[in-house]
């Protein structure tokens, strides 16, 4: 249990999903993205109820950085225990058209959902019932801020939105012109996201001269109108440069630029990176890790243990697949998290690893 003048970031990662818990100071508790642990239930949730902190009071803050199911999951639930939190989400996930397009798949039969929309629809249902409002995201967007000496630690403390740019946000309006056809039936298929992970919200926590950069998705495109070219653009100039950065997209190269290591983080930087695997593919790759351990002090991965197929699977099933010659490896990691616990700008963050977090 972080005291009350200690800043805690604590990043969840299994091998499908991450999410952030945050304690700012004093009692009050953030929370970044949503995922499962290995029982089924938001690992925000399970983390603070072990800690014994009251969710319904303490949890101030609940944010979602896009809506892919990976960065998603059980956000209903959290939303709904988090009583008193606002929710925050990028402004694309707000616009009440695409809200209709989401309604419109929601309720057809044949057509599913992709990414987190029933989940996002879920939460936008519990937010109605219980009067509270939502906070749209975009570039530059305060989420939340508290002055020096509101907190213990006596330190000026905010959480503000980097992304997604003007540009991109306009680009998500033009595509929006393409849903009534979608509407009207003259699309067929799975509907997935609109939109690339360009919209996902990257966001910087300060506290006092001290930084956290949480990376999200984004990814890097051409156009530096967009994704991390703009956010380091429309930083320059500003302090403090981070010392902690959640690496954006699971450590994969699409979502590096050189600028954002060079013009916004600290040379004595400490990184982390959730792992990701789907069918047969992972994230990080190995020369990922290379690039963050040459890139970084000390870099961590917030899990490397895989499943057990006895947790995976029941008797019968492995019985038959044994018994028709075929091998097979979980190649689906455990809940694991990394922790980092630090008093504002006076000490270096401690680091705790566990269920599988490693140094790499």
């Not at 109605?128 to 409002?133: F, I, K, V, W, Y």
């Not at 060079?262 to 789907?278: N, Y």
């Not at 006895?310 to 998290?337: E, M, P, T, W």
Request: net charge positive; with cysteine.
């Amino acid at each position: 249990m972080p005291r009350a003048d200690e800043i805690e970031v604590t990043v969840f990662g299994p091998g499908y999903g991450e999410c952030i818990v945050i304690h700012i100071g004093s009692g009050k508790w953030v929370i970044v993205d949503s995922c499962l642990d290995d029982a089924g239930e938001p690992a925000s949730i399970s983390y603070l109820t072990k800690l014994g902190i009251s969710i319904e009071d303490s949890v101030i803050s609940v944010s979602a950085s896009h809506w892919h199911d990976d960065h998603i999951k059980g956000l209903a639930k959290t939303v709904a225990a988090c009583r008193s939190a606002r929710l925050s989400l990028g402004a694309a996930l707000t616009y009440s058209e695409f809200l209709a397009f989401l309604q419109v798949f929601e309720d057809q039969p044949v057509q599913k959902l992709d990414r987190g929309g029933t989940e996002l629809l879920n939460c936008l249902k519990i937010v109605n019932e219980t009067g509270r409002s939502i906070k749209p995201l975009s570039e530059d967007t305060l989420i939340f801020d508290f002055q020096p000496n509101a907190l213990a630690h006596r330190r000026q403390v905010e959480l503000r939105a980097l992304s997604p740019s003007g540009q991109q946000f306009s680009d998500f309006l033009t595509r929006l012109k393409h849903f009534p056809a979608i509407i009207m039936g003259r699309t067929k298929g799975r509907i997935v996201e609109p939109s690339r992970n360009d919209l996902s919200v990257a966001m910087i926590l300060t506290v006092g001269q001290q930084g956290v950069l949480l990376g999200a998705d984004l990814e890097q495109v051409s156009d530096p109108k967009k994704s991390w070219q703009a956010v380091v653009d429309a930083r320059k100039g500003k302090s403090p440069l981070s010392h902690l950065f959640k690496v954006p997209h699971h450590g994969s190269y699409n979502a590096h630029n050189d600028d954002v290591w060079i013009e916004m983080l600290d040379q004595s930087l400490q990184a982390v990176v959730t792992p990701w695997t789907r069918g047969g593919h992972r994230l990080p790759r190995e020369s990922d890790l290379n690039r963050l351990r040459r890139l970084s002090s000390k870099c961590y991965l917030t899990s490397t243990k895989t499943i057990p197929k006895k947790r995976r699977y029941n008797a019968q099933i492995l019985k038959q697949i044994k018994s028709a010659g075929v091998k097979f490896d979980s190649s689906i990691y455990s809940s694991g998290h990394v922790t980092f616990r630090w008093i504002p700008d006076s000490s270096s963050p401690s680091v705790g690893l566990f269920g599988g977090a490693v140094a790499i």
